[in-house]
């Protein structure tokens, strides 16, 4: 069964803590991309890339990083360098020089 | 900098009627123009898309209505039903700046049986 899996589906995060948010897809897709979504709000990218071993900052990139070591799998950690954590987090994948996304059902992220 | 304007922020049909919902955009360079539908806890699919060479594209009891002089695009649901309630985005890209959509505010629809 092909798709984006996202884990987890909920996590919260102390004040000062770094956590990750885990991205894998089996669409043997190069791009992959983290989209930020506040409420009522559309969909900020924070990072993207590619290709493996090759990332881009998006609009939103200051208080996140990112890795892509794996064409399968994209990262995101959510650092305590960004104080207003609290959203949904989307990735999705496509294919090299198409437009179309496909995404994950998402994490949501909350601060405890 | 919001490049992709959309409204309205929510609406309200009755079942059968027609949504109607409206982006802008700022970017002359954007080339493709898509929809998704997302519902709750779920990621955003796409629904429909088109690109600025037609004015108009059908699928189903989908429509998107396109007007380039205009910077605009709407998304028109003929016959909506309780099961298309959700939030629908506009999106746009420029293929020469890399494929990355740029995505409207959400529009909330609620159709009512």
């Known amino acids: 069964d092909g798709g984006i899996t996202q884990s987890p589906k909920y996590l919260f995060r102390k004040e000062g803590q770094n956590v990750t948010l885990s991205c894998e897809q089996n669409?043997?897709?190069?791009?992959m991309y983290w989209y930020r979504q506040d409420p009522g709000q559309g969909l900020r990218l924070i990072y993207y890339?590619?290709?493996?071993?090759?990332?881009q900052k998006g609009d939103i990139a200051e208080g996140y990083s990112v890795s892509r070591e794996k064409k399968e799998s994209f990262p995101l950690t959510v650092t305590s360098a960004q104080k207003n954590p609290t959203a949904f987090y989307l990735c999705a994948s496509s294919k090299r020089e198409d437009e179309k996304l496909f995404f994950g059902s998402g994490t949501q992220l909350s601060v405890l | 900098q919001q490049q992709v304007k959309q409204s309205p922020q929510s609406l309200i049909v009755q079942k059968g009627g027609i949504s109607i919902i409206n982006c802008a955009y700022e970017?002359?360079?954007?080339?493709?123009f898509p929809w998704y539908q997302q519902f709750p806890g779920k990621g955003p699919a796409l629904l429909i898309a088109i690109r600025p060479d037609v004015s108009e594209k059908k699928e189903g009891r989908f429509t998107i209505s396109f007007n380039k002089s205009a910077k605009q695009f709407s998304l028109h649901i003929m016959d909506s039903q309780p099961g298309d309630s959700a939030t629908y985005f506009c999106a746009a890209s420029d293929k020469a700046a890399g494929n990355k959509l740029t995505f409207g505010g959400g529009t909330r629809v609620l159709v009512k049986p």
């Open positions: 970017n002359t360079a954007f080339d493709y």
């Open positions: 669409l043997n897709h190069d791009a």
């Open positions: 890339s590619q290709i493996v071993n090759d990332f």
